[in-house]
C-alpha cells in the first residue's frame, strides 16, 4: 500500500508516537533503522504496521525485512522520501520503520535450578542510561528488569535504540515498592543495592545465584524505602576527583563483578549464546 499525504492519519500517529502519554493510550510505540527493525524480527516482536521510503532504503537486507513482513500479513506501507523524514528521527534515516505493540511480560517465577540476575533501577529517568542498562543486562546473562517507581518509559525510542536490541531479549516489569516487596517476600530472592555510603566493596561479597540487584536514581541514589529492602549494601571505591558514576557505567561495574563470580563457579558460560 501507498501513502502520498502527510495528512494521512498513519503518518500523524507517527509522530504522535514520541509522545509518551500517546504510547500508553495506544498501546503502541515507534522503532526506525535497520538494526532495530532487524532485531525486532529475529526476536518475534510483534509488529502493528511498517513503514518504507524506497528511495532511501538502499540496503538488500532491509527491502528483505520488509517483504517478510508483508508475507506474514503485517500492514506494510510505501511512502516518498519526504514523507518518510517528516516523521524520521534521524537526520539521515535507513528509510525503513514500524510501529509496534507493547508487550505484556509476567512477572519472573523463580527457578533455584537455573542462575537468574535481575537489575532494579528506582526511578532511573535517562532514557540512554536504562538503554545502556538493557544492553548490559544482555551481555552478563541477565534474567530481565524491574523499572520500580517513576521510571522512564522503556517504549522512549532513545531506550530501545540504546538497547541494541537487548530490549527484545531482557523482560522487563514496571511496578511500585509494595509490588516489589511483595515479589521478593513471596520468591525470597536475594535484594543487593548499591550506595556510595555503604561499608561493603562490591568485590568482597559472594553473589547468590538468583539476586537482585537493586540501583538508584541517577541524582538521589536509592530511596529510604528501597534501601530497606535490601539483604546486603554494597559501594564501588573511587579514588579520583569525581564523586560518582554515572549509572550505566555504575551498573555495568557490579553486573560484570557478579558475573565474572558466576562464570568462575560454573553458574555462567563465558561464551557468547
Given at each position: 500500500m501507498e501513502i502520498t499525504s502527510f495528512s494521512n492519519p498513519r503518518i500523524k500517529q507517527l509522530r504522535k508516537l514520541q509522545d509518551k502519554k500517546e504510547r500508553a493510550s495506544s498501546g503502541l510505540y515507534y522503532i526506525e533503522g535497520l538494526r532495530i527493525m532487524g532485531d525486532a524480527v529475529q526476536h518475534?516482536?510483534?509488529?502493528?504496521?511498517?513503514?518504507?521510503?524506497?528511495?532511501?532504503?538502499?540496503?538488500?537486507?532491509?527491502?528483505?525485512?520488509?517483504?517478510?513482513?508483508?508475507?506474514?500479513?503485517?500492514?506494510?506501507?510505501?511512502?516518498?522520501?519526504?514523507?518518510?523524514?517528516?516523521?524520521?528521527?534521524?537526520?539521515?534515516?535507513?528509510?525503513?520503520?514500524?510501529?509496534?505493540?507493547?508487550?505484556?511480560?509476567?512477572?519472573?517465577?523463580?527457578?533455584?535450578?537455573?542462575?537468574?540476575?535481575?537489575?532494579?533501577?528506582?526511578?532511573?529517568?535517562?532514557?540512554?542510561?536504562?538503554?545502556?542498562?538493557?544492553?548490559?543486562?544482555?551481555?552478563?546473562?541477565?534474567?530481565?528488569?524491574?523499572l520500580l517507581g517513576n521510571c522512564v518509559d522503556p517504549y522512549d525510542s532513545s531506550v530501545v535504540r540504546g538497547s541494541m536490541g537487548a530490549f527484545y531479549t531482557q523482560p522487563f516489569n514496571a511496578m511500585n515498592l509494595d509490588e516489589f516487596a511483595s515479589w521478593k517476600q513471596k520468591n525470597q530472592v536475594m535484594v543487593v543495592g548499591t550506595s556510595d555510603a555503604a561499608a561493603v566493596d562490591y568485590q568482597s561479597i559472594q553473589y547468590p545465584s538468583q539476586m537482585v540487584l537493586l540501583m538508584g536514581s541517577e541524582r538521589e541514589g536509592l530511596h529510604p524505602e528501597y534501601v530497606s529492602l535490601c539483604d546486603a549494601l554494597v559501594s564501588i571505591p573511587m579514588s579520583g576527583y569525581s564523586d560518582s558514576l554515572n549509572l550505566s557505567i555504575a551498573t555495568a561495574v557490579v553486573l560484570y563483578e557478579i558475573f565474572n563470580q558466576h562464570r568462575r563457579s560454573g553458574l555462567v558460560s563465558g561464551e557468547k549464546k
Open positions: 518475534k516482536a510483534d509488529f502493528e504496521s511498517v513503514y518504507y521510503a524506497p528511495e532511501l532504503l538502499r540496503s538488500e537486507f532491509g527491502l528483505e525485512l520488509v517483504l517478510q513482513l508483508e508475507a506474514q500479513g503485517i500492514p506494510t506501507f510505501n511512502v516518498p522520501a519526504e514523507i518518510f523524514k517528516h516523521f524520521a528521527l534521524k537526520d539521515h534515516p535507513q528509510g525503513i520503520a514500524a510501529v509496534m505493540k507493547m508487550c505484556t511480560n509476567p512477572l519472573p517465577e523463580v527457578d533455584p535450578s537455573k542462575r537468574q540476575v535481575w537489575v532494579g533501577l528506582d526511578a532511573v529517568a535517562d532514557p540512554g542510561n536504562l538503554g545502556t542498562i538493557f544492553r548490559t543486562q544482555d551481555a552478563t546473562s541477565g534474567s530481565g528488569l524491574f
